[in-house]
């Protein structure tokens, strides 16, 4: 990792790895600019793991990458993911290997362990890396540390399972500041919500003026039945077959009021979430705010300019759109100055509401399953934003919003996902009611439930439909993100947000359907 491989690793391999990694956040190639930060080997010997970060000089300023180092032997025959992953071919004397993502190895996390467990901390070129353990972690006892199963390796972060107990996750993009997934963690762990799984250590950079870099979290790990997401697609399949068939002959097992039923314990514990967030505490971080004529102004101006964008958006895709969808494209742009400034005065009404900590990236994905019980995971934020944006209070009806509009998205799939069913009308129809009845009875019960148990939050709302101002302003504030989201990402999918925000803007304007 010094002079001459250092450079060809910087110079060829680096960019052309980056580029084909998901969690790379770059639209291209970096063409120059890319260098190790740092490289510090986690034991002795030339064959320990190597701990590293990559610094890359793109147009919006610095980015930095977590892209942990080791050599594994070459193959050509197998489909090992190390192999997979591989980024250059290393020789060394005679022998011919591959330098990979070590993450993708059990010696890498059965390191970070060793060290956490120490306590350790090492130096590096770009300051201490401190190994921080949480006491329940050191009195973990029995643990299978040769145990280990590779969750995901390409998504947004990397995760691990080490031991059958322990997830040990790598925050592949590095920010820095205080990471909101060990603060959120940390907290709620503290505060008694069982509901998330129990922070247990986090690895930290922190560099010469003091700031902390969180490179690694380590949580236990929750046994569970998949995220809600995919639990509720595979549901909903289940109940539009037996709505195929006439109708489920075990009422007991009716797929319909399973979601229903799984939506009110979600509702419930999102509720519970909120109630520890806004508990009042001695943690300037932590504790509620009251928001004021100064937020409603923040958000009109944030929220119609979300709209606007979402509404440019629409008119650039408008010709690619089906009839039924241009129609109600063309609706919303010629009703455009009439939903800005009801949205400017929807933001007035929510003046008295409650400013928290928030999830901040809330839907079904960051849900887990456990024995019929919802765990909230994921805590880090819309990652497309800085860590102190991420770590503000917010309006805990964001959190809402997001899982409401996530509801939207299961139907809009489950009803595509069906597309192959008989294509007889009769078909056809019982596919629609039954995700229409999901779509329905999902939202009413997670709303019902999240008011019984959000029903103690010290909201002074200014006026009196305040709560209800603040649902449907985030919820309009989210299906705009989504357009403008689908419309650079997947345009074959922006009528799901396009019908969100067609039956939002006929509710605040007072429009029949």
Not at 40 to 57: M, R
Not at 334 to 348: D, I, P, V, W
Not at 360 to 382: C, P, R, S, W
Request: one cysteine or more; a negative charge.
């Amino acid at each position: 990792m010094n002079d001459r491989p250092r450079q060809t690793l910087e110079r060829e391999s680096l960019p052309l790895y980056l580029a084909k990694r998901r969690w790379f956040a770059g639209q291209e190639r970096p063409s120059e600019g890319v260098r190790l930060l740092y490289v510090i080997p986690l034991a002795e010997g030339a064959d320990a793991p190597l701990l590293a970060e990559v610094e890359v000089q793109g147009e919006a300023g610095v980015e930095h990458y977590r892209l942990p180092l080791a050599a594994v032997p070459e193959r050509t025959v197998g489909n090992d993911l190390p192999q997979q992953l591989a980024l250059a071919r290393l020789r060394r004397g005679r022998r011919v290997e591959l330098l990979t993502d070590a993450f993708s190895l059990p010696q890498f996390n059965q390191h970070i362990l060793s060290l956490l467990r120490e306590q350790s901390m090492l130096r590096s070129a770009a300051g201490e890396i401190q190994f921080r353990a949480e006491p329940a972690l050191l009195a973990l006892e029995a643990l299978d540390e040769d145990s280990f199963k590779l969750l995901s390796a390409e998504q947004s972060n990397s995760s691990a399972l080490l031991g059958e107990q322990l997830l040990v996750k790598l925050l592949r993009r590095g920010f820095p500041g205080i990471h909101p997934e060990v603060e959120m963690g940390r907290f709620l762990s503290d505060h008694g919500y069982a509901n998330v799984a129990p922070f247990l250590g986090e690895v930290v950079r922190v560099d010469d003026d003091g700031q902390p870099h969180t490179l690694m979290v380590v949580q236990r790990y929750l046994d569970n039945q998949g995220d809600a997401w995919q639990w509720t697609l595979n549901t909903l399949d289940r109940a539009i077959r037996d709505g195929l068939a006439g109708g489920t002959a075990d009422p007991e097992l009716d797929a319909l009021d399973e979601l229903a039923a799984f939506s009110a314990t979600l509702g419930k514990r999102v509720g519970e979430m909120h109630a520890v967030l806004a508990r009042p505490v001695e943690n300037p971080d932590f504790g509620y705010r009251l928001s004021d004529e100064q937020d409603s102004t923040h958000w009109a101006e944030s929220i119609t300019g979300q709209l606007q964008q979402a509404l440019q958006a629409l008119g650039r895709n408008r010709d690619g759109l089906a009839a039924a969808d241009m129609q109600k494209a063309d609706w919303l742009l010629g009703k455009q100055q009439a939903l800005l400034e009801a949205t400017t005065r929807l933001a007035s009404q929510v003046a008295g509401g409650l400013r928290t900590r928030v999830h901040g990236d809330l839907h079904l994905g960051q849900v887990l399953v456990v024995q019929g019980d919802a765990y909230i995971i994921d805590f880090e934020g819309e990652p497309n934003r800085s860590l102190e944006e991420r770590r503000q209070r917010h309006s805990p009806f964001k959190d809402v919003a997001g899982m409401l509009r996530s509801f939207d998205y299961a139907a809009a799939v489950a009803q595509r996902n069906a597309g192959g069913v008989d294509g007889a009308v009769d078909a056809q129809q019982v596919v629609r009611t039954v995700v229409a009845r999901y779509r329905s009875t999902a939202r009413n019960a997670f709303l019902e439930a999240y008011r019984l148990a959000a029903n103690g939050l010290p909201h002074e709302w200014h006026e009196r439909d305040g709560e209800s101002a603040a649902l449907t302003l985030f919820c309009l504030e989210k299906a705009a993100y989504e357009i403008v989201y689908e419309s650079g990402h997947r345009p074959d999918w922006i009528d799901v947000p396009l019908q969100g925000l067609a039956d939002l803007a006929r509710q605040l304007l007072g429009v029949r359907t």
